[in-house]
């Protein structure tokens, strides 16, 4: 029997549809912190001595900065919507085996319900010595809102239902990048602080971005104002600033890893140095355990 899915991808297709609604409404940029994250991929791909023939990327409606596009030869976008080039989900890429040069995801990774299998789908859809760059939310995301949240329904409850998406953290993300066969992975991440004049503005925010909550096992029914109200007061004792805005952090992890390929530089194995560490400051090597007198 298969595992329940974490996230109900459905009701994420329902609110991005509704994010992109509200956003043409009320004529407001939602999509601040996805045009950081392009930037910050635009500036790493700029520092690749290389050209891609062909690229795809998720997430349409972000844009690569202009000169990091003219490192790319042919760019298709593709998403669950009409809006891409071509109408696909990243848990079932529908691109063949070594076909791609680079495959670029702002962003949408962390509502994947196999992680670890579309992590290995896009790592077999890129030629040998092909690039992956990609970006997602990681674990310290919003971490005053949980806490908050869940302190509220205790209190109030006695129970607590999943209201944030259980993100990965950089160490997670490592491990998975080279258990799916990635060649020089590489992880880091930022943390960015927003502030908000009040709880209200920072859901309003989620919901404007498409990144309200989609865990397949959330609770159906409306926040009691009760709990609301008590989340509100928790968050401004808790994590307000000199202003008594509250703030909200998002971290971003940012993932590289290549196709592997023979030229492809490989670590030393132990013990194969030529040279010493000791050579090179001009001291004695001493063994292990051993007293220098």
Known sequence: MSAAPLFDRNILR????????????????YGFLAAHVMDTLSDRL???NRTFPLAVQSAPSISLQENAQQKIENLMTFAQGD???????????????????????????????????????????????????????????????????HLAEQEISGGVSPRI????????MGALLQRAGYALPVVDSDIITVTYENLPALCHDLRGMGQSNIIAARRKNFTSRAIFERAEALYR????????????GFEIIYLAGWAPHERQQ???????????LADHL??????????VH
Do not use: M, W
Request: hydrophobic content about 35%; some cysteine; aromatic content about 8%.
């Open 83 to 149: 809006e891409a080039d071509i109408r696909a989900d990243e848990e079932y890429l529908p691109f063949a085996d070594q076909s791609l040069d680079l495959f670029i995801s702002p962003l949408t990774l962390h509502t994947i319900n196999d992680l670890p299998g579309a992590l290995i789908q896009i790592r077999r859809a890129l030629k040998p010595d092909g690039l992956f760059l990609g970006a997602l939310f990681g674990g310290e995301t919003l971490y005053q809102l949980r806490e908050c949240f």
């Open 46 to 48: 700029l520092d690749i």
């Open 237 to 248: 004792a808790r994590h307000a600033d000199k202003d008594g805005r509250l703030e909200a």
């Open 282 to 291: 001009g001291t004695t090597e001493q063994p292990a355990g051993e007293k």
């Open 165 to 172: 998406f259980p993100f990965a953290d950089k160490q997670q």
């Open 266 to 276: 490989v670590p030393l194995r132990p013990g194969s140095a030529e040279t010493s």
């Open 14 to 29: 329902l609110k991005q549809a509704r994010a992109k609604a509200l956003e043409q409404r009320r004529q407001k940029n």
